[in-house]
């Protein structure tokens, strides 16, 4: 027993980092799925294998085909075991930042231990559960600390071949993690900030033995980011514009007044943000998410869990305090160490012509969040009442963890979504012509880019490439802009895109319209040929309906069903099931099917909460003739104007619908209609 106290004296910051990280990290990661990049890479790899990453990555960080390749071989498919190891370096990255922290300033266990917890558990990066894609930054920012760790030890070290092995440690792992994430490149101002705090700390030194003791220490590590800039920007060749410097800076050379202006106001801005919204924003993102009285009970668990671990951080610590005289001046090297690793790890970002935010972009925080947490525990130490200090860090903890909590259910809740949305498509289509170029509307999310399209649907109907040697996916996405939905109104010719090795198309003349226009609706499959919309439904979609073209559905051919480790097990089988396949017996033509599906959802009382679903219904019944059952369903088309004024259009000008059906059907919907 004596010797695991000694052992938790000693050691206990490892569990503890692990503890706190938890609770803000790991509630919900099970729920996690593929979230925007992760579809193309993981059809990729599924398609051709691991050897895809090398064409993904080529054209800008090919340094990341070797760590995906890995994660690939490891992982597989399955998006839990991605955000595991995500979590893990995240926590490996904070124990080596500590490392650092401690070998600077020995003397101030408590407070280096309270900047590892903050950097740890930053609120400014929202994108961790997005694990697949952001595993490189994980890994990469462990790779970094551990780098400069090893420097700090070199420095420290008196054996000259420890030095030596120490010194080839840390280039290597500069080389490595420069090569995962370049815009990582700020944090060798750190290191170098390091240095001449080390150098800076012999009192009598005279200025210029300070620049040359500190330039000395640096020397040996140059080689890590002075090869890399050589290699980066003077032998590769990046053909992407965003990671190629010298396109960024003829930007610069073509207005340097007005592009100095703007860098240096986002610089600001982003320091800004970085240091002191960091703690309250991402949170006030995420506070008016609707909460499940459970959900709301697990956050309150979630506060009070996180001051106990601060109380017990206070009670390990309090014992191990010096007197502040002996301290020496250890706040303003800690502050002005955090404060230039802030704004440092923002240039690359700025110099390539972005700036950080608290949404898709919170990425470019992850450098500076380290002297983000140096400069706020700077400021807690500041506190004199030991009970201020301790109830100011239990407030910026506790809202830490709670913005990962409330962040986190609310990527729950989009992969949720997402996987929904795609087992409704399966269960409505059964199999998917080649060729096919979906148009997409999640209720959800917004759709950036044509694989957050085409990935799920290859992942389901097409999951190997058309091209036993290149990346071509059999069925294509397009993004509903006002631009495309032109090109598909008067179909434009098709245009090639090639990306990152993958080759797709985006061919206006053969779409299929996939559209869920609520979060209530279900997903509705367009009929182009007779076309019925919800009066809930974008402009966009209405404007190209009559393009949805149906013949692209294989209704005899049945895929595997959804991979339950990409879009997570089948879901009940309520009222959009009923409806998806009640769509696909009206499409086969069977239309007492469709009936018999009514008369299921009648039995489990479970009913349409869009107005539109009730189409395929009508329409079968009307070709029975069987007037009883229009006379019943017609009721919930007509609470809608825009959906009445629809269903007189479509049996008016349906074919095969007999004379007196079609005269009856006019009596029903077209009365009174415009």
């Given at each position: 027993m004596a010797t695991i106290l000694t052992w938790l004296r000693k050691w206990y910051f490892i569990p503890l980092l692990f503890f706190i990280?938890?609770?803000?990290?790991?509630p919900h990661i099970a729920d996690f799925g593929y979230f925007r990049d992760d579809w193309y890479l993981m059809y990729s790899a599924n398609a051709l294998g691991a050897k895809a990453f090398q064409g993904i990555y080529a054209i800008d960080r090919p340094a990341r085909a070797f760590v995906m390749s890995a994660a690939y071989s490891l992982f597989g498919i399955n998006p839990l075991y991605y955000n595991i190891s995500a979590y893990l370096f995240r926590v490996l990255g904070a124990i080596a930042f500590l490392w650092s922290l401690r070998m600077l300033f020995p003397r101030q266990r408590l407070d280096m231990m309270i900047a590892a917890i903050l950097f740890l558990i930053y609120p400014g990066f929202v994108s961790s559960p997005n694990a697949i894609d952001y595993q490189s930054q994980q890994i990469g920012l462990f790779l970094a600390y551990l780098s400069i760790g090893l420097g700090v030890k070199a420095v420290f070290c008196t054996r000259p071949i420890y030095r030596r092995a120490l010194w080839a440690a840390s280039i290597l792992l500069t080389w490595a993690y420069l090569g995962l994430v370049e815009y990582f490149f700020g944090l060798e101002f750190l290191r170098f900030a390091i240095f001449a705090l080390l150098a800076g700390r012999a009192a009598d030194r005279q200025v210029w033995a300070f620049i040359k003791e500190t330039f000395l220490r640096w020397l040996p590590f140059s080689i890590g980011s002075l090869?890399?800039?050589?290699?980066?920007f003077f032998i590769f060749e990046s053909e992407r514009k965003a990671t190629d410097l010298g396109a960024q800076l003829k930007i610069f050379s073509a207005s340097p007044l007005l592009v100095g202006v703007?860098?240096?106001?986002?610089?600001?801005?982003?320091?800004?943000?970085?240091?002191?919204?960091?703690?309250?924003?991402?949170?006030?993102?995420?506070?008016?998410?609707?909460?499940?009285?459970?959900?709301?009970?697990?956050?309150?668990?979630?506060?009070?869990?996180?001051?106990?671990?601060?109380?017990?951080?206070?009670?390990?610590?309090?014992?191990?305090?010096?007197?502040?005289?002996?301290?020496?001046?250890w706040q303003a090297e800690a502050f002005w160490l955090g404060f230039t690793s802030a704004v440092a790890g923002f240039i690359p970002v700025i110099l390539s012509n972005r700036n950080a935010d608290f949404y898709g972009l919170s990425r470019y925080m992850l450098a500076s969040s380290s002297g983000a947490a140096l400069v706020v525990t700077v400021f807690i130490h500041q506190l004199r009442s030991p009970k201020f200090r301790y109830l100011f860090l239990c407030v910026m903890v506790?809202?830490?963890?709670?913005?990962?909590?409330?962040?986190?259910?609310?990527?729950?809740?989009?992969?949720?979504?997402?996987?929904?949305?795609?087992?409704?498509?399966a269960w409505r289509i059964p199999q998917l012509k080649a060729g096919t170029a979906l148009v997409a509307n999640y209720s959800h999310s917004a759709i950036e880019e044509d694989y957050f399209i085409w990935g799920p649907a290859n992942l389901i109907y097409q999951p190997q490439s058309a091209d036993l040697e290149k990346n071509r996916p059999a069925i294509w996405g397009i993004v509903l802009t006002r631009e495309n939905a032109a090109a598909i109104a008067s179909k434009s010719a098709p245009v090639a895109i090639n990306r990152r090795s993958i080759l797709t198309y985006m061919d206006y003349r053969n779409t299929l319209i996939l559209t869920q226009p609520t979060s209530a609706s279900c997903v509705q499959v367009i009929d182009g040929a007779a076309?019925?919309?919800?009066?809930?439904?974008?402009?966009?979609?209405?404007?190209?309906?009559?393009?949805?073209?149906?013949?692209?559905i294989l209704t005899n051919t049945q895929a595997p069903p959804p991979l339950p480790a990409v879009f997570g097990p089948e879901p009940k089988h309520g009222w959009c099931y009923l409806y998806q396949k009640a769509g696909l017996a009206y499409q086969r033509g069977d239309w007492q099917a469709v009936l018999d599906y009514a008369k299921t959802a009648k039995a489990q009382r479970v009913s349409a909460a869009d107005p539109v679903e009730w189409m395929p219904f009508v329409q079968a019944a009307m070709f029975l003739n069987d007037r009883e059952t229009v006379l019943e369903i017609a009721p919930q088309i007509k609470k809608s104007p825009v959906l009445t004024r629809q269903a007189c259009r479509v049996f008016t000008d349906l074919p095969n619908l007999e004379a007196s059906a079609r005269k009856f059907a006019q009596q029903v919907f077209c009365s009174g209609s415009e």
């Open positions: 990280s938890a609770l803000a990290y790991l090869g890399f800039i050589l290699w980066r703007d860098w240096a106001t986002n610089l600001l801005k982003d320091v800004f943000e970085v240091l002191i919204l960091s703690w309250s924003i991402p949170l006030i993102n995420v506070w008016n998410i609707s909460l499940r009285l459970r959900e709301q009970f697990f956050g309150a668990i979630l506060i009070l869990l996180s001051a106990l671990i601060i109380l017990a951080l206070f009670w390990f610590e309090h014992e191990k305090e010096t007197d502040e005289k002996n301290q020496g001046n506790g809202t830490s963890v709670l913005t990962h909590y409330l962040n986190g259910i609310q990527w729950a809740r989009s992969s949720q979504a997402m996987q929904n949305f795609w087992w409704q498509v076309p019925v919309t919800s009066e809930l439904e974008q402009y966009d979609i209405q404007l190209i309906a009559n393009q949805s073209d149906q013949n692209n």
